[in-house]
């Protein structure tokens, strides 16, 4: 019989436990932040109707979703079990959500906010960095029939508060309203594709100048019109220097001068909810290629690494499920890249995955006779609320030192004869790299440990 390949398959990513370890810690922080700004955390089925995948998207996108053998016979209609349902794999998170909200839509509060955090898939091309299977970290406020303009700059808010937490270096929040894209194109008086105009205008940083103006060409804009979409996108500046030469273009379409108002209106809610100005800027050439969004996009990039591209991004849109309900729904929301930004983050070395076990205490009995105060050692520090291992195994005194030193947790605890004897625990712990030991009776540990804990892990 030939041996059975092991190895993970193409496009999939699979950690060691350190890894594990840092990986989830960030999807910690991502959790608990959006947690903090009144986000309910919701689930929805990896597996859709296919025609509720396909009903909002296409392009290369449709040619990636993953189709599954329905051999179950799950029916599309509970009360006819014989009718089989074409299934798929969600491919992102915002589809499920539009079905989610029209489904639920009579017992749901609006403005509804919620964040979902999971996999999604999609058929991508094997490639380094690319994955098929991947976290999405996504928060949306759904309003009924209107939004408010101030959650366009709440959402801002929070990947401010986010990546100040996650502390992978400065980074830029870069914001636009694709109502001045589009009424910019609109004015100019030319029949074109407007959606094609503003996948090419997205793709600025990826092509060169001449690449940029031969697509707009190709699109049927005049030289003169491509010049006009090109000195536009570049405009630079301050927030109030950008806004001010925009306002100087003399632009007159209603379109536009809307996405003025609401760039301005944005950013000068974001200075009040708290966002230091050295943390964000308009791009006009922010376009977000994906054609549902109607008004504020974004993108963050960590300004050390652009070569990584956006971090985080996502905007406003006018009707989340026009699909699947008649309600008007608009909205806006951000989305995270996690598996992409870990792996990328991982490979040029920002995210040391140095932390060996999930453990704050290693407890090691030293032989079987010291299980029981070892085991009631446990439970006492689990109920104070430290996570603890307790080595169980039959090994060498040499063997468990040598799996005590290989995790590294912040404090071992060991239990022999002349522990149970005194009534009082070998605590050993490391400051400023030297091993520390101190005997502490059962009754005092929870307290030294938690005394000695910050200082312990801030390491």
Do not use: W
């Amino acid at each position: 019989m030939s041996k059975i390949i092991t190895k993970v398959l193409p496009g999939f990513m699979e950690l060691l436990p350190e890894e594990q370890i840092e990986f989830d810690r960030i999807k910690d922080v991502i959790t608990e932040t959006y947690k903090q700004f009144g986000f309910t955390a919701l689930d929805t089925p990896i597996i859709e109707r296919s025609d509720v995948l396909f009903a909002k998207i296409g392009g290369e996108t449709g040619k990636q979703i993953y189709s599954v053998e329905n051999k179950q016979g799950i029916s599309v209609d509970d009360s006819n079990g014989t009718e089989k349902a074409n299934l798929a794999l969600r491919f992102d998170l915002t589809v499920p959500l539009a079905r989610y909200v029209a489904e639920h839509f009579n017992e749901l509060s609006f403005p509804f906010r919620r964040c979902h955090i999971s996999k999604v898939y999609r058929g991508e091309r094997s490639q380094k960095g690319r994955f098929r299977e991947f976290y999405q970290c996504d928060i949306d406020v759904i309003g009924k029939d209107k939004l408010s303009i101030y959650y366009d700059a709440e959402i801002p808010s929070i990947i401010y508060q986010l990546f100040r937490k996650l502390n992978f270096g400065k980074f830029t929040i870069r914001i636009n309203n694709r109502k001045l894209l589009n009424g910019l194109i609109d004015s100019l008086n030319t029949r074109v594709n407007t959606v094609e105009i503003l996948r090419i205008i997205d793709k600025t940083e990826k092509i060169s100048e001449n690449d940029l103006r031969t697509q707009l060409k190709e699109q049927g804009l005049t030289d003169d019109l491509v010049e006009i979409v090109h000195k536009f996108i570049k405009i630079k500046g301050s927030v109030n220097d950008v806004l001010s030469q925009v306002k100087q273009l003399g632009i007159e379409n209603e379109l536009f001068s809307e996405g003025i108002k609401e760039l301005q209106t944005v950013t000068s809610l974001m200075t009040n909810m708290g966002v230091d100005s050295d943390y964000f800027v308009i791009d006009l050439s922010i376009a977000r290629g994906l054609d549902y969004y109607t008004g504020t996009v974004y993108e963050t990039i960590l300004d050390n690494y652009p070569k990584l591209g956006s971090v985080c991004s996502g905007g406003r849109f006018d009707n989340l499920a026009s699909y699947y309900t008649k309600e008007k729904l608009p909205g806006v929301g951000i989305s995270i890249g996690l598996t992409r930004l870990f792996y990328q983050l991982r490979q040029i070395g920002i995210i040391p995955c140095t932390k060996k076990t999930i453990a704050d205490v290693i407890i090691v009995p030293m032989d079987n006779s010291n299980i029981n105060v070892s085991l009631h050692t446990a439970q006492l520090l689990r109920t104070n609320g430290f996570k603890v291992d307790v080595l169980l195994e039959e090994m060498s005194i040499k063997k468990k030192f040598q799996y005590v030193n290989k995790k590294d947790a912040a404090f071992t605890i060991v239990v022999g004869t002349d522990e149970e004897l005194s009534g009082k625990l070998t605590v050993q712990f490391k400051v400023s790299n030297e091993i520390k030991k101190q005997q502490i009776s059962l009754s005092s540990l929870p307290d030294f440990l938690n005394s000695h804990f910050e200082e312990r892990i801030a390491r």
